[in-house]
């Protein structure tokens, strides 16, 4: 009750290790989509119009690293997908790579349409053995069916997405401490500029946005900036899921319209506190 379900619309419905039931609902139809029928400035504007921002907690525009990411001219730009959640009782994101891994992948197949990339990684917490286990079946089942891999769906574009797990440093949540963890460094943040969207992984372009950013971007390009707008709230579109826990009646995951009062969260949803 009184919660929109958009990122984890599918969790707990279909089976997470299925590709032909993620296929039966629709899914990589917006992949398609952004691949044959639209191009990289098309998928670039589209989420840019959305207002979607960055859910991993500092909201920028998602919209605008996709772009600069998009114009900057390399042999090599990469695609980074931050799962990286050490937050003490959230547990979004390893929902969503749990029960829709498939979804997070095609945010990222076609965030590699729209800039240009042809590796993307996903940074996950070697304290979710499950999720990094499904993503890794995922992207099997994905090169299976050529839609990843070389010349993918008889087109040029070559994808090829990677999975690095993190030893659980909190720090390696932040993107330059992340980037500096897969290369095989201390984690550790660094000073900007230069910007990771200019020089990130391996020196190069990179794209960096959380799970929960990636797994909007289908919905969006099937059903239009203004479907997402129409979500949430002025500069603020879309919804965010939350993790209730805590001395609070219904524990869990949530999901609701951004701009939703935490007394509609912690009373309506969660029932109020224990007692």
Request: aromatic letters at 8%; glycine letters at 14%; a negative charge.
């Amino acid at each position: 009750k009184k919660q929109t379900r958009v990122v984890l619309e599918h969790c707990g419905h279909i089976d997470a290790d299925s590709i032909k039931e993620y296929i039966a609902i629709g899914g990589y139809t917006a992949f398609e989509k952004a691949l044959f029928d639209m191009s990289g400035d098309d998928v670039v504007k589209t989420v840019k119009d959305s207002g979607l921002r960055g859910r991993g907690g500092a909201g920028f525009p998602a919209g605008i690293k996709w772009e600069t990411v998009r114009k900057l001219e390399s042999d090599q730009k990469y695609v980074l997908c931050n799962g990286d959640e050490g937050d003490p009782g959230a547990f979004m994101d390893r929902s969503i790579m749990e029960g829709d891994p498939h979804r997070v992948l095609e945010g990222m197949l076609i965030a590699g349409v729209a800039t240009g990339a042809a590796d993307g990684y996903i940074y996950v917490r070697a304290e979710y053995p499950m999720a990094v286990a499904r993503l890794k079946n995922a992207i099997k089942q994905a090169e299976e069916l050529g839609l990843l891999g070389d010349n993918i769906l008889g087109t040029d574009f070559s994808f090829h997405i990677h999975i690095n797990r993190g030893a659980g440093a909190f720090v390696c949540g932040e993107e330059s401490a992340l980037i500096a963890s897969i290369e095989g460094e201390r984690g550790f943040p660094r000073v900007r500029p230069p910007l990771t969207v200019v020089k990130g992984l391996f020196g190069k372009p990179t794209l960096p946005n959380n799970v929960e950013t990636y797994a909007n971007v289908p919905q969006i390009i099937i059903r239009g900036a203004d479907w997402f707008k129409a979500l949430g709230c002025p500069n603020n579109a879309g919804t965010k899921a939350f993790a209730l826990t805590g001395n609070i009646e219904n524990t869990g995951l949530i999901e609701v319209p951004m701009g939703t009062p935490l007394r509609e969260v912690i009373y309506d949803i969660g029932g109020g506190c224990r007692g």
